[in-house]
């Protein structure tokens, strides 16, 4: 019988063949929490009263409040620091997890599992990545595998050319905006169609990354020629049978959408559901004053999404809000040197973070503060967010928040390009 | 006491991040929707029912959003939908999380929750409602959580 590549991937780890709606216990192949998840973990896995079964395949990032701001938060991340010690297993300090999973860790066909729900950014790389609780993580980390109920799929095929000033970002806010924040729970979002393979492994993060926003338990690309020059560039082989890595013809799927991405404008959610997606252009007329503007996050914090900006803010060479710019990790950084991106940032007045989440989850720098108005290129506008439960957070593209930052209220990005 | 939610009730809303640095679930007790609804922490007592919308549970993966209730005691949440990883932290710790639609539910009715039948009774409004609970949910809430059944007798306890 046909299988979708999210069945084959279950059946390649749990040793039998299965479908959608089968009940697994599958073998994983990276098990990572974050300094935040981490947390919940340690509890339950002191209850399980077993030592971490696999301390090679086992990584804590230090990434959500990294350096700690407070006391009590660097005190757990001592804990942390001295349970990973006991146990053998490793702490990355070098930006948000799942970028740095992408850049030196996950192969395509792999079946991954993380404290954090965006998790799914992962399958960009053709892998399953699944995001968990802290307790499923403990049990993950003591056992080596763990059980699941093998999903349905839905099927996005992605069609046309990006228009100018529209993103990946803005193709994962007309997803958001047609099947709202619930729409694919419990399944895989497969993105499929010859806009996808244009993509770079980059942008097909953010389709991914934003898939959680729906509910999606992972969300997965077919690894291509793409992925495989980018496992080249990044010094990781590429060894498997490409057949097992894409949904058989007849593979069955509970949804089937097509997206025309020449149809897209340039898009922003509005303040506090991620569905709430607007045109930017029609928001523009509402001069809505911005005070902070924030660039990075696993959605959108790698190079890419840096060029973008530096294109539209060199335009304009001064900015009317607070910009905080925050590279993905060390490697982006890095590289945002030497292209001399982050010393013009810094020349026109914006503040750059160390990798990690930034601002996003309203914990450490950036907090916003009552009625304070954010565009972030991040994926959640929850109440709260970022700080105060009055502040307002609009979700859009790198470039329509640059845009943004260089007049001083929510403008599209197209008058730059 | 009922204490009725929509839909989306993310756990953002439940533990918002700036607060969210407790471990043990008495502690988080105290910041469960503690800006959405601050009375709630003060005013909910031990058995009392959370009836909420579409999609209860979504957001962020923090498992105190499950601990600050299971810290309250809550008697079971009933929600039209759940978001995943949500239910899957509550059958971890064996807080009772129920797929249903009760349709009108008043926050003073009196309800009876009948697991052996699978049937949950409004004796206020003199309803009966049939509830689908997964076996798994069941064994994971009488046994304190798929945790403990883990710890016990491994991954064979939990395969069909």
Same mark, same amino acid.
């Given at each position: 019988?046909?299988q979708t590549i999210t069945e084959k991937i279950f ?87 799942h970028q740095?999973l992408v850049e030196?860790f996950v192969r395509p066909g792999e079946l991954v ?5 965006h998790t799914p950014t992962i399958g960009a790389l053709g892998a399953l990545a699944i995001g ?19 999903p349905?799929s839905i099927k996005v095929e992605v069609t046309g050319?990006f228009?100018?000033?529209?993103f990946p970002k803005d193709l994962a806010?007309v997803l ?8 694919a729970?419990?399944k895989v979002i497969e993105w499929t169609g010859e806009t996808i393979s244009r993509m770079s492994v980059s942008e097909r993060m953010t389709l991914t990354n934003m898939s959680a926003e729906m509910?999606a338990k992972t969300s997965i690309c077919p690894p291509d020629k793409m992925v495989e020059n980018f496992l080249k560039k990044h010094?990781r082989?590429f060894?498997f049978?490409k057949r097992q890595l894409i949904s058989d013809?007849?593979a069955?799927y509970?949804l089937s959408l097509t997206l025309?991405v ?36 696993c959605t959108n914090?790698r190079?890419e ?74 994926n ?38 | ?65 499950? %601990?600050?209730? &299971?810290? $309250?005691?809550? /008697?079971?949440?009933?929600? !039209?939908?759940?978001? +995943? @990883? ?28 009948? %697991?052996?039948? &699978?049937? $949950?009774?409004? /004796?206020?409004?003199?309803? !009966?409602?049939?509830? +689908? @609970? ?27």
């Open positions: 019988m046909a059946s390649l780890h749990s040793l039998k063949k299965v479908f959608a709606g089968d009940f697994v216990i599958a073998n994983l192949d990276w098990i990572f929490a974050h300094d935040s998840s981490t947390l919940w973990v340690l509890e339950p896995f002191k209850k399980l009263g077993r030592k971490v079964a696999r301390p090679s395949k086992t990584i804590i990032f230090f990434d959500h409040v990294f350096p700690a701001p407070r006391v009590e938060i660097a005190n757990f991340q001592l804990k942390i620091q001295e349970f990973a010690k006991r146990e053998k297993i490793r702490i990355i300090k070098e930006g948000v997890c740095v030196k599992v993380g404290g954090d729900s968990l609780g802290s307790s499923d993580i403990a049990i993950a980390m003591a056992f080596g595998k763990q059980y699941f109920l093998v349905d050319k228009k100018r000033g529209t806010l958001a905006q047609k099947i709202g924040p619930e729409g729970n419990y509910g010094n082989s060894k049978d013809k007849n069955k509970c025309d020449s149809k897209i404008p340039p898009l922003i959610a509005k303040p506090h559901e991620i569905d709430k997606v607007v045109e930017v252009k029609k928001l523009e007329k509402e001069k809505i004053p911005v005070d902070q503007v924030f660039i990075g996050s914090g190079i999404d840096l060029e973008i900006a530096f294109k539209i803010l060199s335009k304009a060479r001064k900015i009317k809000t607070k910009l905080i710019i925050v590279p993905a990790s060390h490697r982006v950084y890095l590289e945002a040197i030497k292209r001399r991106y982050i010393q013009f940032f810094i020349k026109i007045g914006a503040i750059i973070f160390p990798p990690g989440c930034g601002p996003c989850l309203g914990r450490h720098g950036g907090v916003l503060g009552d009625g304070e108005v954010c565009i972030s290129t991040s959640r506008n929850f109440p709260g967010r970022m700080g105060s439960p009055k502040a307002l957070i609009f979700l859009a593209s790198p470039a329509t928040a640059a845009a943004s930052a260089v007049k001083g209220f929510i403008t599209d990005p197209r008058r730059f390009l | 006491m009922n204490w009725i939610f929509g839909d989306n009730i993310n756990t953002d809303l439940i533990t918002p991040g700036r607060y969210n640095l407790e471990i043990k679930p008495k502690k988080l007790a105290k910041i469960a929707f503690c800006e959405y609804l601050p009375e709630f922490s003060k005013k909910v007592k031990k058995d009392d029912f959370i009836i909420a919308g579409r999609n209860f549970g979504c957001g962020s993966s923090r498992e105190s959003a499950v %601990l600050a209730l &299971k810290g $309250l005691k809550i /008697k079971a949440i009933f929600a !039209k939908s759940f978001s +995943r @990883i949500f239910y899957r932290n509550c059958l971890n710790h064996g807080l009772l999380a129920i797929e249903a639609d009760l349709g009108s539910v008043d926050k003073n009715d009196k309800l009876v929750l009948d %697991l052996k039948r &699978k049937i $949950l009774y409004n /004796k206020t409004k003199n309803k !009966k409602i049939p509830l +689908r @609970i997964p076996e798994l949910m069941i064994k994971a809430h009488q046994k304190g959580g798929i945790l403990s059944i883990l710890k016990k007798h491994g991954f064979k306890a939990i395969q069909k």
